[in-house]
Structure formats: structure tokens, C-alpha cells
């Protein structure tokens, strides 16, 4: 079994910065790529941000400029940084991550979303 867990997430200004983290464990043999999602109120999950294990990235282009996604492979871990943050980035954020387990098999797993609220 493989467990996400998210971290970072909560109350700040319009302009101001959070990090957010993700940290996989369990039965991992290898982790693909791991993104970053999100989903407000009465809105679809959309993917805010992308990352293959060779460090290629990928981001929606409400958030270039501003989110910087990147990761720890000897931690499996992702994290999000996210400046210049604007009221309509609130919204509950997951990530997930495609993950080879130790007995050869493959799976999408997700976190349990962490929420991010952003005040004007």
C-alpha cells in the first residue's frame, strides 16, 4: 500500500506565499510523475502542476510565473511553491503520483488534499 501525505496548506493574503508538501510512502519500488491538483467549490479537480522523475515540468497557465513545482526522489516527495497568490487559487489542493510498488505493480495515488485559502 501507498500513502500521500500532504502538508503546508492555509490562511494567507492576497500577494503573499505558501509551500506546500507531499511526501509518499509504503510499498514504492519507483515514483513517475507526481502533480499537484486542485478543486474549489462547485469546480472541477483541475492539474495545477506536473513533474516526471527526470524533472520535467509542466503547469496551467493560471499559475505560470507564479507556482514552482519540484521534488525530492530520494524522499519521494513533491512540493509546491506558491507566490503571488491570488483569491482564486483557493481552492482544496492534492497531489498524486504514479507509483510502481515493490510487488511490480502500478497505481495512481492520491493525498488527502490540503485547503489553501487566500484572502483580498
Known amino acids: 500500500q501507498v500513502q500521500l501525505v500532504e502538508s503546508g496548506g492555509g490562511l494567507v493574503q492576497a500577494g503573499g506565499s505558501l509551500r506546500l508538501s507531499c511526501a509518499a510512502s509504503?510499498?514504492?519500488?519507483?515514483?513517475?510523475?507526481m502533480g499537484w491538483y486542485r478543486q474549489a467549490p462547485g469546480v472541477q479537480r483541475e492539474l495545477v502542476a506536473a513533474?516526471?522523475?527526470?524533472?520535467?515540468?509542466n503547469y496551467a497557465d493560471s499559475v505560470k510565473g507564479r507556482f514552482t513545482i519540484s521534488r525530492d526522489n530520494a524522499k519521494n516527495t513533491v512540493y509546491l511553491q506558491m507566490d503571488s497568490l491570488k483569491p482564486e487559487d483557493t481552492a482544496v489542493y492534492y497531489c498524486?503520483?504514479?507509483?510502481?510498488?515493490?510487488?511490480?505493480?502500478?497505481?495512481?495515488?492520491w493525498g488527502q488534499g490540503t485547503q489553501v485559502t487566500v484572502s483580498s
Open positions: 513533474i516526471t522523475s527526470g524533472g520535467s515540468t
Open positions: 498524486n503520483a504514479g507509483v510502481r510498488c515493490l510487488n511490480g505493480s502500478w497505481g495512481v495515488y
Open positions: 509504503g510499498s514504492i519500488f519507483s515514483i513517475n510523475a
